[in-house]
């Protein structure tokens, strides 16, 4: 996953399969979304 600025806010850009293609969810997002997001993704590393 990736955070993207663009004109009216952040977005969170996520892979994911979709029928076997590859896809991008397009997210909107606050900036006290971030240390939920990051306590995710050092959950999903540390496995």
Do not use: C, F, N, Q
């Not at 996953?1 to 076997?20: E, F, H, I, K």
């Not at 896809?23 to 540390?46: G, I, S």
């Amino acid at each position: 996953m990736s955070w993207l600025l663009v004109a009216d806010g952040w977005r969170a850009l996520t892979p994911y399969l979709a029928g076997g293609t590859a896809m991008l969810r397009l997210e909107r997002r606050r900036p006290e979304d971030l240390p939920v997001d990051v306590a995710r993704w050092a959950a999903e590393v540390a496995r």
